[in-house]
């Protein structure tokens, strides 16, 4: 039996998913091959960290309110109920504590995710979201939704922060 390296099994793989008829989209280096010496290995390797807010709560649904790799602390969504204008400074509010209790600021957001059911309402809203970034503007993506993990939920907002060096 033939030995095979990893980027030989990857495309053997992807060879046979073509035959059955998969279509791929070409990327750039979806993945990296494991190290050939793993004592040289520059990747980082720490062990992702959650940062409970509400442990019970979080523990009985089954996630973390924020988790921290290395400079990088990803919070997961918090939601807000009622009209969109009483939401938003709820929501960010939120958001403001968790990064508070963590070290950080809305100046160091990266990256924010927004989940509305009536995003027209939400750009309507946006005045209200403004102030809490101040003069920065993170990469954002906004998106309409049916619906959130409860009903009344009409905006969720997740954030990725970085750690100052």
Not at 112 to 123: F, G, P, Q, R, V
């Amino acid at each position: 039996m033939q030995a095979l390296n990893f980027r030989d099994v990857v495309t053997r793989s992807a060879l046979a998913a073509l035959a059955a008829g998969a279509i791929f989209i070409p990327v750039q280096r979806a993945f990296a091959e494991p190290s050939p010496n793993p004592s040289q290995d520059t990747r980082r390797s720490e062990s992702p960290s959650c940062m409970f807010q509400n442990e019970s709560v979080e523990r009985s649904i089954g996630y973390c309110q924020a988790v921290r790799v290395g400079n990088l602390l990803y919070i997961s969504g918090v939601p807000g109920r009622g009209p969109m204008k009483n939401a938003v400074p709820r929501v960010y509010g939120a958001l403001k504590a968790i990064l508070a209790a963590n070290g950080l600021t809305f100046q160091n957001v990266v990256k924010e995710n927004l989940y509305a059911t009536d995003l027209d309402a939400m750009i309507k809203a946006n005045n209200l979201r403004k102030p809490f970034y101040g003069t920065w503007i993170p990469a954002a993506t906004w998106v309409q939704v049916q619906r959130l993990f409860r009903s009344e939920f009409v905006l969720e907002v997740e954030l990725v922060a970085q750690y100052p060096n």
